[in-house]
């Protein structure tokens, strides 16, 4: 079946360090996405790729770097700029007309 | 920009009792609506979309939405509720003028039905 699959699904980090999450889709979708949830404050995108080499910044792109290699793949880094990374991180592909499908998240937690 | 407002962040309910999650954006332009639904801990998953045609529309589970273009609205409805529909519910616009290539989210509907 196609799907996106997103690990690990809990991530701890220590200050000062970087971390990469991993992003893979088997759906042959061209354009993927990567989302910050919080509590109460609904989807914030931080980074989105149309096509392969090629990506742009969401409204939160502060303290993440992405690459877009594969068509597969779209792996997010957290890097230490980033002040306060515990969040939920979902990534995304998009289908036709807009609709977005969803991997089942990670959780990074900063210790 | 387009902007999603979700205008209530809880909403309590009991069991068989119908529910209504009200979602409203900011343009008029040409627009797709999606919602979707997340359990805990989950990613996203879709439950119904208005691409064009009727505005009454259908999804899984028994929830349906009405898109009404002059009210810019595209409530989220379902007649008679069970416990395992509690979960959070987003509203999402996609601007077709902008080739569709961003969706914007409401910051989501908490839903909690009690027995």
Partial sequence: ?111 | AQSVTQLDSQVPVFEEAPVELRCNYSSSVSVYLFWYVQYPNQGLQLLLKYLSGSTLVKGINGFEAEFNKSQTSFHLRKPSVHISDTAEYFCAVSDTQGGSEKLVFGKGTKLTVNP
């Fill in chain 1, 1 to 111: 079946d196609g799907g996106i699959t997103q690990s690990p699904k809990y991530l701890f980090r220590k200050e000062g360090q970087n971390v990469t999450l991993s992003c893979e889709q088997n759906l042959n979708h061209d354009a993927m996405y990567w989302y910050r949830q919080d509590p109460g404050q609904g989807l914030r995108l931080i980074y989105y790729s149309q096509i392969v080499n090629d990506f742009q910044k969401g409204d939160i792109a502060e303290g993440y770097s992405v690459s877009r290699e594969k068509k597969e793949s779209f792996p997010l880094t957290v890097t230490s700029a980033q002040k306060n990374p515990t969040a939920f991180y979902l990534c995304a592909s998009r289908r036709a007309w807009g609709e977005q499908f969803f991997g089942p998240g990670t959780r990074l937690t900063v210790l």
